[in-house]
């Protein structure tokens, strides 16, 4: 796969991943898992809204852990796409933080790793399968659905974002990774328009820290489980959140053009946006707006434009067709939400029925 495809795929597996998050903006993807809580601990009472309060206010903390994630959102397989990361299946990853912002990400896949490094204003996305390096501004920006994979940072924002309009409660305690936690459960409140029944977080007892995130649709089985296997919390090297692209390999600019490294040291290319051209930057659709609020959130943005030369993937066949005050286009559904691609090139999704997707489009 070129380069310039696979940066297509990074914009189109946004779009597509955005119902993944309850509708806010990401991106995510390990076989159902297996339950790993043990005997219920014992641990001092808390309401639902001191915990809200406490995993809202808590300082991120250093950490390494192996995540598991299970994806059953029901997500259709897009031509010209790999399938890994977006269709239902399970994965692992391994998570590093250093408490201050910066984080790695390592991600297998079938023949390498890809691997993202936030390191202070600069996001690393290297994929050594064709050795190909990006680099993006950190704050956010999401480079790929892969790095909706630290379960901490999706629950946080998660439980920020939907506290307001959302029921809360304290469902006991549980076990996860070998740490006490307690289990917050937040439904939405009546009049949410939301296909999601609820969503449960095993919060750390000791550093309010999101162990695990859990979200449940109309059936009874999870549409979408990521938590740690196994956590350890304490200082990592700091050699983990830097980057320096390998010699040989090709650096990718988010906002430029690419060059072709021969050795250390990064030279930004020329910008040729739109063109097609092999070795330019295809046109950046524009930043996705969010439309509402809470679980009835609705992001809408653009699908990038396949190149003229037939590349990047086609979603011409995707879905059914469908039609409303904001034009016309194509309706995907699934286990967590909807997807309208638009014949104009727009795309709403969001953790809600078709009917809100199209409201949002005709603003």
Do not use: C
Not at 123 to 152: E, L, Q, V
Not at 259 to 275: D, L, S, Y
């Amino acid at each position: 796969m070129t380069s310039a495809s696979r940066l297509r795929r990074g914009g189109i597996a946004v779009v597509l991943a955005a119902v993944l998050a309850v509708a806010l903006i990401v991106s995510l993807s390990v076989g159902l898992l297996t339950t790993r809580a043990s005997a219920a601990p014992e641990l001092p009472p808390v309401t639902p809204e001191q915990l809200v309060a406490s995993v809202v206010a808590a300082e991120p903390v250093a950490l390494a852990g192996t995540v598991a994630v299970d994806n059953r959102l029901g997500l259709p397989a897009v031509p010209g796409l790999p399938s890994d990361g977006l269709t239902d299946g399970t994965s692992t990853a391994r998570v590093w933080s250093d408490g201050k912002g910066d984080g790695r990400l390592a991600v297998p896949s079938d023949d390498g790793e890809r691997t993202y490094v936030r390191d202070g204003a600069t996001t690393w996305a290297y994929d050594s399968t064709d050795r190909t390096a990006t680099r993006f501004p950190s704050r956010g920006h999401a480079p790929d659905a892969d790095a909706a994979k630290d379960p901490a940072e999706v629950a946080r924002t998660v439980v920020a974002r939907l506290s307001a309009t959302s029921v809360l409660r304290v469902d006991g305690t549980t076990e996860v990774a070998g740490r006490p936690a307690y289990t917050l459960v937040l439904a939405p409140k009546p009049g949410e328009r939301t296909v999601l029944r609820e969503v449960r977080a095993a919060v750390d007892a000791q550093t309010r820290t999101p162990l695990e995130l859990t979200v449940l649709g109309a059936g009874t089985d999870p549409v979408l489980r990521i938590g740690f296997d196994d956590v350890t919390f304490g200082p990592q090297d700091p050699a983990l959140f830097t980057f320096t692209p390998p010699p040989g390999a090709t650096v990718r600019d988010g906002t430029a053009g690419t060059v072709k490294q021969p050795g250390p040291g990064i030279r930004p290319g020329p910008a040729n946006p739109g063109t097609g051209s092999p070795g330019s930057t295809p046109a950046r659709a524009a930043a996705p707006t969010v439309v509402g609020e809470g679980w009835d959130t609705v992001v809408v943005g653009r699908v990038p434009q396949r190149s003229g030369d037939g590349q990047g993937p086609d979603l011409s066949a995707l879905g059914t067709p469908v039609s409303g005050p904001w034009g016309a286009g194509r309706e995907i559904t699934t286990n967590a939400g909807s997807v309208i691609l638009a014949d104009d090139g727009r795309v709403a999704a969001g953790a809600v029925g078709p009917d809100v997707l199209g409201e949002a489009l005709a603003r």
